[in-house]
């Protein structure tokens, strides 16, 4: 009886512990999403104490706006949650050298790099610098809910359903290039695309089938107005309509899916590839074009030894996707014979130049 009570004393004393740590870890939980939505709301914030002293310029308040349907876009939505900020000294390499790709193939689009979280600009980067030594390159950043004003996600974005993600800054990128599609048109770029070739010569509304299911959303393209700007709104209302904060693809390659199920008429990837007629003059790109190399197969990047069977097998494609994110081999040296340094040398010469022994 006694040990009985003493047992289920033990127990009592213990809850409250028990309880506390709950608490502990629901605060946690509670407070590291809120603060990495305030990263995303920090410039206003920022704004309102007084402290804004970024160099990098709102594009919608900067005077010199993208060209609608001239412009290629690429999207960093990474934030530094201590300070609320990113400096744009954590570019890297790997990431400049398809930004640079683009503006060298592309020399009479602009390419557009926007931050999502209010952003420094330090003097003197040599990596930022080769950026910005071309001419048709500029940064700019972005304050979401001012971006998302006059689109057909502004009341959902107040509602805050976003924040609720667990992959918030990829979900956030997923929603972005669809928004920034349809105030300005033009092509949007994930910073893994490497361009080989110019997309000056390809009639803007593309996408690229990523495998026999799936439609990559690391490349698109739509008109500023017309038929793909109607698109840019579908494209938005089947993100908003079918968000799910837990899941992966769901939100990204799923809804260009989705919609182009229904434009194109069938469910049947590989009936829309190279077949603008039939997706009202939608091109969907065949595999071999942007994402011959499965994310299965990134060491093809990496390794000197199948660099001959890469360069083969993508001598066609327009572009190549890299799967920065689950790429995890970094850095290169230099002197390697990887493919993607043979790759850098020809696409990005001015970043390449601006590494030291190590490209990361
Ligand atoms: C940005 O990063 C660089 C290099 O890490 C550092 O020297 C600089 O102080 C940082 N700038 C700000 C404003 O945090
Ligand atoms: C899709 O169409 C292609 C080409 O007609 C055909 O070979 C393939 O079997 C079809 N796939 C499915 C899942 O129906
Ligand atoms: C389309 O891509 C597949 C997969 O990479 C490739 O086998 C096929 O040859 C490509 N077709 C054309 C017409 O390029
Ligand atoms: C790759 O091709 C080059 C030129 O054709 C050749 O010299 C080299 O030995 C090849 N490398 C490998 C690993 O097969």
Known sequence: MLLAWKKFGRGRRLILPCLAVLLLVLVIIYTSQNLSSLCYQSSKILNRLGF??????????SRSKPPPGRTIFFIETSCHR???????SSIKAHQACPIESAALHNPNMQVFV???CSTHHAKSMPIVDALLSYKNVQFRELTLERYAQ??????????GKLFSSRFLMYH????LRLITLYRFGGVYLDMDVLSLRTLEDVPLNYAGAESLDSIGNSVISLEPNGFGHQLGELFLQNFQKNYIGSAWAHNGPMVLVRVL?????????TLMVNNRERCYGFQVFNVSDIYEIPWRQWTLFFEPKHANLTLERTKDSRMVHM??????????????????????????????AATGELFY
């Not at 201590?82 to 744009?88: E, K, V």
Request: aromatic residues 10%.
């Open 114 to 116: 926007l931050f999502a």
């Open 323 to 352: 799967w920065n994110h689950l790429v995890r081999k970094w850095p290169l040296k230099i002197d390697s014979k990887a493919a993607y340094l043979h790759w850098a040398a020809q696409h990005c010469p001015r970043v390449l």
């Open 82 to 88: 201590a300070d609320f900020q990113y400096n744009l």
């Open 52 to 61: 804004n002293q970024n160099i990098v310029e709102d594009v919608l308040l």
């Open 172 to 175: 956030l990128s997923d929603l």
């Open 150 to 159: 006059d689109t057909p996600v502004a009341d959902w974005i107040k509602n």
């Open 261 to 269: 199920r229904e434009l194109c008429g069938t469910q049947n990837i």
